[in-house]
């Protein structure tokens, strides 16, 4: 029988990561900093990272337009994890409970490639994972079809099916799943840790 593989998303699957955490300690204001997030470090704009663009080529684009805001936006890398709040609730211990079993776990993930050693070094649970596609690396993102296909070679070409694939966002999820990966949408880690006993891995 093929081996089964897990294959975990991980920004806000594995790790907590929300910008908005980080502009709350620079602008006196929720509604401020909520603006910053909505109108000028849009997510649109952090996507640029995730498929290669470097972020100080980026942020030197923004502060063109927006020069009164050019410290906060050099913030975004200058105090990338003040982004974070440490792991998701419970799925690290997941994480951990399916490595201690010798399952085999891989990761895909849209991120900027210049911080992925540094997130390596403050999330150390990620090096149970065998592998990890960061979209930067391979200036494709998450639903692109094309990453999912990396995916699938960095992982030895398992058939589709044979790999559990879990992430928070439904629309990389459906792409997945109309590839035939056993496509999971992450809530929570209770939801994540039945639906892992429901296919055998714990």
Sequence with gaps: MPERIVLFDLGNVV????????YRKIFPTEEEARRFCDEVCTLAWHVEHDLGVP??????????DYPHHADAIDAWRLRWFDMFD???????DLVERLHAAGQPLY????????????MLEAFPVMRRLRD???SGE?????????IYEIALERM???APDNVFFIDDSLRN???AAALGFDAHHFKDAANLEAALKDRGFL
């Design 107 to 118: 990761g895909l993930s849209n991120m900027p490639a210049e911080v992925w050693p540094d």
């Design 55 to 64: 972020m100080d080529e980026n942020a030197a684009r923004l502060k063109a």
């Design 132 to 134: 990890v596609v960061v």
């Design 15 to 22: 790790v907590d990561w929300q910008p908005i955490r980080l």
């Design 138 to 146: 391979e200036g494709v993102v998450k639903p692109d079809r094309r």
């Design 86 to 92: 440490g792991y998701v609730d419970g799925t690290e």
């Design 173 to 175: 999820v459906e792409a």
């Design 156 to 158: 030895g070409h398992p």
